[in-house]
């Protein structure tokens, strides 16, 4: 969440920066809130520093003056009561307008509002000459490790079954991931929730503009909602904390469900694996210093990168559009991953750096030795969702026999190389 003053001041043109992502901030709608907010708070400490006055007045008061003290104390207290009510209402007021609006967007980012302003930054790896390539789809089919009817039947469209070694192909891609993370990056590893409570998904900007793309429970009268991404529950572990500024950056990491409407996807990517309502990824999250943050971004997309690599897959990296990137985020970059079916790069991770746009709305602290406070900086990458990856897997890997070739750095984990046809 924004501190008002900072956009409200015009040298740091929130207007101009926000107009870039397509939001329209209403500077005069914000001024206002702001400044009714002030004055109930000046108004109520005014009224208390009266009534502490009366109160000794009336200790010293003859008889014939304590009846008017006392009904002026009286009218005194109604008074701070009222301004107390006024402050809490401009001030739910205030929150619930911050809420909504998104995070400034870097001026280093180029114009735009779709993938395709994004720009290429870098390529790796070469792509495979494959002749007339299978979708994933259609390989997981014939290699009888891929069954989507039978998961309509379980659950309805866009969810997916993996059996055999399919199964035991994804099982190798996260425990590869985590492996790679912990040891190599310096992640610590973390177990956590995949149901959190309404302050949480606000924490990291999920609430309240996305509730429809949530999936929501209610059992009695407890709400809770399935997460979109282990980022809300691992940048959340420090929610209402004060973090030391020497031990940061803190790197964490989490393999867990994924759950997403899709609300707004609009028939996109129906097919197969790349658009699902429930996936499993493995996600990184640093709280880091924010004067460097944008060079702890740099490392963590390293992190990201390094895996894909590992894999050999071939890819590209992208930075993102103004008006392209998530609602918590000022800047980020994709990773795209080449599939040979579709002929064209497609994302398969995005690192981000929210600033201290989520460590404001998490109450996410830093305390230095020397006393200086301020908020953490917080960034995002996926490190990698486990469904896409086993896409590219399975589309760059494919042979003219019809089977599929697994990556030298995953051999250990799976005890097989290559998928044959069923």
Not at 137 to 144: F, P, Y
Not at 192 to 214: H, Y
Not at 319 to 343: C, H, K, M, N
Request: aromatic share 6%.
């Amino acid at each position: 969440m924004h501190d008002p003053r900072v956009l409200l001041d015009p040298a740091t043109d929130a207007v101009r920066k926000l107009a870039r992502r397509g939001y329209s901030l209403d500077l005069e709608r914000l001024e206002k809130l702001l400044g009714g907010r002030n004055a109930a708070i000046q108004k109520g400490d005014e009224s208390r520093a009266e009534a502490n006055r009366l109160q000794k007045a009336v200790k010293g008061a003859s008889p014939e003056e304590r009846p008017a003290l006392v009904e002026k104390a009286r009218q005194t207290k109604a008074a701070i009561t009222l301004a107390e009510e006024e402050h809490r209402e401009l001030e739910a007021q205030l929150t619930e307008y911050l809420l909504e609006i998104p995070n400034l967007p870097a001026d280093e980012l180029p114009d735009g509002a779709s993938d395709k302003d994004a720009e290429e930054v870098r390529t790796w790896g070469e792509i495979p000459a494959v002749e007339n390539p299978l979708d994933h789809v259609d390989l997981g089919e014939k290699l009888g490790i891929l069954d989507l009817a039978r998961a309509t039947k379980l659950s309805g469209p866009r969810f997916a079954v993996l059996k055999g070694r399919g199964a035991a192909l994804e099982r190798a891609l996260a425990r590869f991931f985590l492996d790679l993370h912990t040891e190599r990056h310096g992640y610590t590893e973390w177990s956590v929730p995949a149901l959190v409570t309404r302050p949480t998904m606000t924490g990291t900007g999920q609430l309240p503009k996305f509730e429809q793309d949530l999936f929501r429970t209610e059992v009695a009268d407890r709400e809770l909602f399935l997460i979109p991404t282990a980022e809300v529950p691992l940048t959340n572990l420090h929610a209402r904390e004060t973090l030391a500024a020497e031990e940061l950056p803190l790197a964490y990491t989490a393999q867990t469900p994924c759950f997403r409407s899709e609300a707004g996807s609009y028939g996109k990517d129906t097919r197969g694996l790349i658009r699902v309502h429930e996936f499993s990824k493995v996600e990184l999250v640093r709280f880091v210093d924010p004067a460097r943050s944008r060079a702890e971004l740099e490392v963590l997309l390293g992190h990201a990168e390094a895996v894909v690599q590992a894999l050999g897959l071939a890819y590209r990296v992208v930075r993102l559009a103004a008006g392209d990137i998530g609602f918590s985020a000022e800047y980020t970059y994709d990773i795209e991953v080449w599939l040979p079916s579709q002929g064209r790069y497609r994302e398969i991770s995005s690192v981000s750096d929210f600033g201290t746009f989520q460590a404001r709305r998490a109450a996410i602290r830093t305390k230095a030795k020397d006393g200086a406070r301020g908020f953490a900086a917080t960034l995002n990458g996926s490190g990698l969702p486990i469904g896409r990856t086993l896409v590219a897997v399975l589309e760059q890997g494919q042979q003219p026999d019809g089977s599929v070739r697994i990556p030298p750095a995953l051999v250990p984990y799976t005890g097989f190389e290559v998928i044959e046809p069923a």
